[in-house]
């Protein structure tokens, strides 16, 4: 059964650091997501991304953060100067355009802890 | 209270029993959809269930919507051990174009052998 594929699935960094979270989506979908969950928290949307561009974005995402589809199969997400707080488990999600009533399919995850 | 929010917040009940979660929201939805988490594990995509829909089922699990009181309730029938996780709630609405997920609080339910 396809699947969504993240990597790594743990990354440990420095505050101040970059770190660039990777996704591989299910390679029929066109739609692509990142949520992030803080420990012991709700579920959050940050971005979406479709047809090469994002289409929509929530307050989270500010600034710091980029994605971007370098090749036909990759999905990244860019956290230029992580923070504390940046420390997550953040999934990256595909979702095929058949209308508004598909579901989403996630990946394993990945934690990021900024220390 | 914000979209998507599940009562209860935890949920004990010995194996064989049903398990009953509820989800409230507030804004109008396209869909409804339920997801489970194991601990520190990634999201699995449950059931959906369209706004215009009023009750689905796919093997032990069966949902309800009602639009009109703006909420649903996921039924796991003759639990098991193994359906320990968190399940949660996420709405997608009719506003914004990508239909993204606004996900629920989440309830933890427990299942003892």
């Known amino acids: 059964e396809p699947e969504v594929t993240q990597t790594p699935s743990h990354q440990v960094t420095q505050m101040g650091q970059e770190v660039i979270l990777r996704c591989v989506p299910i390679s029929n979908h066109l739609y692509f997501y990142w949520y992030r969950q803080i420990l012991g928290q709700k579920v959050e949307f940050l971005v979406s991304?479709?047809?090469?561009?994002?289409?929509?974005k929530s307050e989270i995402f500010d600034d710091q953060f980029s994605v971007e589809r370098p090749d036909g199969s990759n999905f990244t997400l860019k956290i230029r100067s992580t923070k504390l707080e940046d420390s997550a488990m953040y999934f990256c999600?595909?979702?095929?355009?058949?209308?508004?009533?598909?579901?989403?399919?996630f990946g394993q995850g990945t934690r990021l802890t900024v220390v | 209270s914000q979209q998507g929010e599940e009562d209860p917040q935890a949920l004990s009940i010995q194996e064989g029993e049903n398990a009953t979660m509820n989800c409230s929201y507030k804004t109008s939805i396209n869909n409804l959809q339920w997801y489970r988490q194991n601990s520190g594990r990634g999201l699995v995509h449950l059931i959906l269930i369209r706004s215009n829909e009023r009750e689905k089922h796919s093997g032990r699990l069966r949902v309800t919507l009602d639009t009109s009181k703006k909420s649903s309730s996921l039924l796991i029938t003759a639990s098991r051990a193994a359906d320990t996780a968190s399940y949660f709630c996420?709405?997608?609405?009719?506003?914004?174009?990508?239909?993204?997920?606004?996900f629920g609080s989440g309830t933890q339910l427990t299942v003892l052998p």
């Open positions: 996420a709405t997608v609405l009719t506003s914004g174009s990508a239909r993204q997920l606004t």
């Open positions: 999600a595909s979702r095929f355009p058949g209308g508004t009533n598909t579901e989403a399919f």
């Open positions: 991304f479709y047809n090469n561009e994002i289409s929509e």
